[in-house]
């Protein structure tokens, strides 16, 4: 199926900013659609002169003319003359033929796009006759508004090349407009629109005052207020911004209307974000609180890290001091995990920079005098949650201190490789030495026993029980020891 980039890319005439041009008027022509109550069609043509649907735009204030995607169709050949005809026009041009659109009576107006003296295609848009019987006040001014911005297009003045918007928030049609004149009066203003200002604490009227002079009655002393403010609420310039009052936020976004002659008035929608601004804090709160207390976690886990340290400098026992060593050495572990998750406000990690810290460390704790031991590591793990990269963590430390312990054993320098595969759930690491051998390392399939054999029984029940994985031994061709881990990780996120 053709898409609206595939359909440029087959214009070798359009320059890069020409496909610009039209990516801008796609992603800002909703607002058309939905103030004039019509289904938008945007045309161009192809090579052998046909007009081609790039993209459509349904309105979300009116029942759409087209239910089913028409993106890529040609239109029909008795549609050429007068598709012809518009393409030549410098303004907007009215078909005088009614066409039918399933079983609604259509009328098609056409705008040529015109950028920098060249006509790029076509706005088409198709109007339900049926909507234009009995219309209000609302749907009166809403029509005018849409067909003003509609017939700047062939003049180049829409979409607004120099407005720069956040795109977080935009207010939209159905959530309240107000229309200006040109000296920023409210002419007309939608009931969401007033409903929205009420809840900023409005009492007064609105249609007959400068939106400003509201706007300012609002806020109060030493009140923050947004750059782009006193631009928005006189219309001058396509901009947008959020107006705090009353424990109430108001997103607005101004429109600037422009004849041949210059600025005539502004259109500025209004959406009121309260509840979006106040969850959004609730959620910014909840993750301070989370990074927090991983934080927390892991300064307690160091402390008792540095609780073990001490006592194993303090006993006389060797076989007493190891064994604290190596659970100084696997509570530090846990720590440099909970230490990843304290600075991400989800519950993952990146655990590329984990692991590498990790391992590091592990070899420069377990490396003797004048022994110079490297870690390579292929391929990524990605981000990973919490609920993984803990167990992991341990397996991979318990694996690179087995390597130090009896593959490097004597010897002044070596190499550990970690190659990692990941594709979703599934993991795949292999870990590799040029140590003194499989015989050296292994025993029973597993690591050999360091002390209490602890670390054979962490590799073998996080591997086998938690991950529902394997681990294989096997000699290094090259000499030393190859261990392959095949998991499947339980809260999987997809890797960067």
């Known amino acids: 199926m053709a898409d609206f980039t595939h359909i440029l890319a087959t214009r070798p005439d359009f320059e890069d900013e020409d496909r610009e041009w039209l990516h801008q008027l796609v992603a800002d022509w909703q607002v058309i659609a939905d103030l004039s109550f019509a289904d938008l069609l945007l045309l161009v043509q192809d090579g052998d002169g046909r007009y081609v649907v790039a993209e459509q735009c349904r309105p979300s204030t009116v029942m759409t003319l087209r239910t089913e995607d028409v993106v890529g169709n040609i239109m029909p050949d008795d549609m050429t003359g007068e598709l012809d005809v518009a393409m030549r026009s410098s303004v907007v041009f009215r078909s005088t033929v009614l ?39 609302y749907e009166s001014e809403s029509i005018i508004a849409g067909k003003h911005l509609y017939e700047m297009i062939p003049r180049g003045q829409f979409p607004f090349s120099d407005a720069v918007m956040s795109q977080r ?10 229309i200006l004149s040109v000296d920023g009066i409210v002419r007309y203003a939608a009931p969401n629109a007033i409903s929205c200002f009420r809840r900023l604490g409005l009492l007064t009227t609105m249609p007959g005052h400068y939106l400003s002079e509201l706007g300012a009655q609002l806020l ?9 403010l006193p631009l ?10 959020e107006l705090n009052a009353n424990r109430s936020t108001v997103s607005m976004r101004s429109l600037p209307l422009y004849d041949e002659n210059g600025r005539t008035g502004g259109i500025v929608l209004c959406r009121d974000v309260t509840e979006l601004r106040r969850r959004e804090q609730e959620l910014q709160t909840k993750d301070a609180t989370i990074s927090e207390i991983h934080h927390r976690v892991k300064n307690n886990l160091q402390s008792v890290s540095a609780l073990l340290r001490l006592q194993a400098r303090k006993t006389k026992s060797d076989e007493v001091k190891k064994e604290l060593q190596e659970a100084q050495r696997r509570v530090q572990t846990i720590a440099m995990v909970h230490e990843g ?15 590498s810290n990790l391992l590091n460390m592990s070899v420069g704790l377990a490396t003797m005098r004048d022994q110079h031991i490297s870690v390579n590591f292929m391929g990524k793990f990605g981000m990973m949650p919490a609920q993984d990269a803990t167990p992991l963590s341990l397996v991979l430390t318990e694996l690179i201190t087995n390597s130090m312990e009896h593959g490097f054993a004597g010897r002044k320098e070596g190499t550990i490789t970690v190659s990692v595969g990941r594709s979703g759930s599934n ?21 050999r026993s360091s002390g209490s054999g602890l670390g054979t029984q962490i590799i073998n029940t996080f591997v ?4 529902g994985g394997t681990v294989h031994w096997e000699p290094r061709r090259e000499g030393g020891t190859r261990v392959v881990l095949d998991m499947k990780l339980r809260a999987a996120k ?3």
């Open 464 to 467: 086998t029980n938690d991950f």
């Open 220 to 228: 109060h002393e030493n009140d923050p207020v947004p750059e782009s």
């Open 99 to 137: 066409r039918t659109v399933g079983k609604s009576t259509v009328c098609n107006v056409y705008a040529p796009v015109r950028h920098n003296g060249k006509t790029l295609g076509l706005v088409v848009r198709e109007t339900n006759m049926a909507t234009r019987e009995s219309n209000g006040r």
């Open 232 to 241: 928005l609420l006189s219309g001058k310039a396509a901009v947008d911004a």
């Open 427 to 447: 993991l795949n690491v292999v870990v590799e030495d040029d140590g003194a051998g499989l015989e050296s390392e292994e025993h029973d399939g597993m690591a």
């Open 494 to 496: 997809p890797h960067a």
């Open 169 to 178: 928030h935009n207010a939209r049609v159905a959530d309240g407009f107000i």
């Open 341 to 355: 998750l304290s600075q991400t406000a989800d519950e993952v990690v990146d655990f590329d920079k984990v692991i």
